[in-house]
């Protein structure tokens, strides 16, 4: 089993020095969010992650949650866990103190997700898909709505569910068919009858709370075929009575649950409904608009996707330091025994594994920063720009931090030899689990369209252009700064020129070759994950070098930041020269051969 240390000092350092936590810190509502709050917050949080959730992550993965007489059975250690972690105040972090939240920043929260992540992305999906359920709720729902159920999900007391998925309805929402029929509640209010069958429903059912509320795209009668025929409904897994307290069992049970290469511990079920008469609903926003109420449920769950790339890259990191320092494998001319952390090819994958984590901490956390501008910031234009970069990152922190996810998981499997192969140190563990990640929440060739098409094409390319100028920026400064950092600013200025080509010839070739984008889109999102990436750490760079000679901060920590930014400069950025290759390639060689060439 391996343990788990949150990387506190690092997450301050990002916050800092990256991703804009002073800017943050001065927007209205944020003023009791000093460095003291966040340290401590974060020294907090990384104590209860490491002390109460990672040792449950192994069980877990060995008894996963199972359906016993119809109930849903939580991992051993879970609900425990779960009550510990309402009780702390943890599920209410960063949400409106309207509601009973703490009214932290966004920024805050996502770190504190990672270690959640980290301990367990098993237990953590639960909290995670609950986020998701408040901001459709908060965004979308009807004040009665949100005075009804907003605070118990916000403090954690009921948990929340996102059910899109049907057997034929994946990627394709358009083919949803659950149905909605329009009636009244116990107390006459509107309400609708749901009738359908839901399949990998994450967390759809457990014993961990009283209350389980469903948010569920479905169709009401004679609405639209198609996407702008679904609407969003919100089903409690038992209806209230007249105190609000959780009554009568609603018409919606979990039938079955799915068995899985990883996060056994979280049940993924089939969710029937409408064998006794249809699940009551409530709509939350406007009938035929649930598919706007879905994109805010979806971009909040693709960042926190996002996140958990980051976090389970994180702690196979550490695995595999900490195995690579133990593992005596050799002797030196002089006779001594080697570790393998001595091999030049060991620490080529431990710095992969760490140069990348860090860059995608900066990412994850930049992109937080971000939603904390545009929800909070008092100027208009900043709220709007702000929202921009948003929209345009959240692709690429899904797409490119679970990508990655996949080849250092399995580093942390290749630096175990053979042991990684074998169950018993966790490493194969971490592996089967990132799996997932790459595909639910939109899978990566979705997560690239949306980048290349609807945040690229759209807008003619503008907000890309604004991250470019962004970029230049920085290397103007690393120029100017001169010493370790001013030596990687021509070729982080070079990714970026290459980046912007990527972008140019997209813009370009959307005209005349209707399957160009489609064809480059995977590449391009990767090209722009490696390129923001080597941004942020040229970023780190400079605060680090500054820091050392001013003697400001722990040395070796810096010394260990200006290492791992060299080293993403030196083997990671250059992959950003092949993405771009690919996305000139055009989309003949993929579209031209007939199906039965393939
Ligand atoms: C463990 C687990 C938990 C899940 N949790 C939830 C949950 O809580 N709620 C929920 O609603 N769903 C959930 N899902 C469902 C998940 O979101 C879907 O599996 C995912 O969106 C992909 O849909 P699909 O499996 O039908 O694959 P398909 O849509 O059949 O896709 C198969 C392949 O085709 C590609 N493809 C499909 N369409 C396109 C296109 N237009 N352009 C390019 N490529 C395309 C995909 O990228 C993929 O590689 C979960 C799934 C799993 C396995």
């Known amino acids: 089993m391996s343990v788990y240390v949150s990387p506190v000092k690092d997450m301050q350092f990002v916050m800092e020095n990256v991703a804009g936590l002073s800017r943050v810190q001065q927007l209205p509502g944020f003023s009791d969010a000093g460095n003291d709050i966040v340290e401590a917050v974060l020294d907090e949080a990384g104590k209860?992650?490491?002390?109460?959730?990672?040792?449950?992550?192994?069980?877990?993965?060995?008894?996963?949650?199972?359906?016993?007489?119809?109930?849903?059975?939580?991992?051993?250690?879970?609900?425990?866990?779960?009550?510990?972690?309402?009780?702390?105040?943890?599920?209410?972090?960063?949400?409106?103190?309207?509601?009973?939240?703490?009214?932290?920043?966004?920024?805050?929260?996502?770190?504190?997700?990672?270690?959640?992540?980290?301990?367990?992305?098993?237990?953590?999906?639960?909290?995670?898909?609950?986020?998701?359920?408040?901001?459709?709720?908060?965004?979308?729902?009807?004040?009665?709505?949100?005075?009804i159920f907003l605070e118990k999900l916000i403090s954690g007391e009921w948990t929340g569910t996102m059910q899109l998925t049907e057997p034929q309805a994946g990627t394709d929402l358009a083919a949803i068919k659950t149905r909605a029929v329009p009636t009244t509640d116990a107390a006459g209010k509107p309400a609708y009858r749901l009738s359908g069958q839901k399949i990998f429903i994450t967390w759809g059912d457990h014993q961990m709370t009283d209350n389980v509320l469903h948010l569920i795209l479905a169709r009401v009668e004679g609405a639209p075929e198609g996407i702008r025929g679904l609407s969003l409904f919100l089903a409690p897994k038992y209806l209230l009575d007249e105190n609000g307290k959780p009554g009568d069992r609603n018409d919606i049970y979990a039938l079955s649950l799915e068995h899985k290469l990883g996060i056994h511990g979280s049940p993924t079920c089939v969710m029937g409904m409408g064998d006794k008469g249809g699940a009551l609903a409530y709509l939350v926003g406007e009938e035929n608009q649930g598919?706007?109420?879905?994109?805010?449920?979806?971009?909040?769950?693709?960042?926190?996707?996002?996140?958990?790339?980051?976090?389970?890259?994180?702690?196979?990191?550490?695995?595999?330091?900490?195995?690579?320092?133990?593992?005596?494998?050799?002797?030196?001319?002089?006779?001594?025994?080697?570790?393998?952390?001595?091999?030049?090819?060991?620490?080529?994958?431990?710095?992969?594994?760490?140069?990348?984590?860090?860059?995608?901490?900066?990412?994850?956390?930049?992109?937080?920063?971000?939603?904390?501008l545009a929800d909070h910031a008092d100027d208009a234009a900043q709220r709007k720009a702000a929202q921009a970069r948003v929209d345009l990152l959240i692709p690429v922190v899904k797409g490119w931090c679970t990508e990655t996810a996949q080849e250092i998981t399995g580093l942390n499997v290749q630096v175990?030899?053979?042991?990684?192969?074998?169950?018993?140190?966790?490493?194969?563990?971490?592996?089967?689990?990132?799996?997932?990640?790459?595909?639910?929440?939109g899978t990566s060739g979705i997560q690239a369209n949306d980048f290349a098409g609807r945040k690229t094409l759209r807008d003619g390319g503008a907000a890309a252009k604004a991250l470019i100028k962004d970029i230049r920026e920085t290397v103007s400064t690393m120029l100017s700064a001169g010493g370790i950092t001013g030596t990687l600013a021509s070729q982080l200025a070079a990714a970026c020129d290459g980046y912007e080509h990527s972008v140019n010839t997209l813009l370009a070739r959307a005209g005349e070759d209707a399957g160009h984008a489609g064809a480059a889109a995977f590449n391009l999102l990767m090209q722009a994950g490696v390129v923001i990436g080597g941004w942020l750490m040229g970023q780190a760079a400079l605060a680090a070098e500054a820091k050392l000679a001013a003697g400001d901060g722990e040395a070796d920590f810096l010394n260990a930041k200006l290492a791992s930014c060299r080293f993403y400069f030196a083997h990671v950025l250059p992959r950003a020269t092949a993405y771009a290759a690919v996305v000139q390639a055009g989309s003949a060689c993929l579209m031209e051969p007939d199906e039965s060439l393939i």
């Open 48 to 147: 209860f992650a490491a002390q109460l959730i990672a040792p449950l992550n192994a069980g877990a993965d060995k008894q996963g949650a199972r359906l016993v007489d119809g109930q849903v059975e939580a991992s051993p250690g879970f609900s425990e866990a779960y009550k510990a972690f309402v009780e702390a105040g943890w599920a209410s972090l960063s949400y409106d103190p309207q509601y009973g939240g703490q009214g932290l920043p966004h920024v805050l929260g996502t770190a504190v997700a990672e270690m959640w992540q980290s301990a367990s992305l098993a237990f953590a999906l639960c909290p995670m898909l609950t986020a998701s359920a408040v901001s459709a709720v908060h965004r979308h729902g009807s004040d009665e709505l949100k005075q």
């Open 291 to 372: 598919i706007n109420c879905m994109f805010t449920m979806m971009n909040n769950a693709r960042l926190e996707v996002g996140v958990q790339g980051l976090a389970i890259s994180e702690r196979a990191f550490q695995q595999a330091r900490a195995y690579a320092g133990e593992r005596v494998q050799g002797t030196a001319k002089d006779g001594t025994k080697q570790r393998i952390i001595d091999f030049p090819d060991v620490r080529r994958m431990l710095m992969l594994m760490k140069s990348q984590t860090e860059a995608m901490r900066a990412l994850a956390l930049m992109t937080a920063a971000q939603i904390d």
């Open 416 to 441: 175990h030899g053979g042991m990684g192969f074998i169950e018993e140190t966790g490493a194969a563990q971490h592996y089967r689990d990132a799996r997932i990640l790459t595909i639910y929440e």
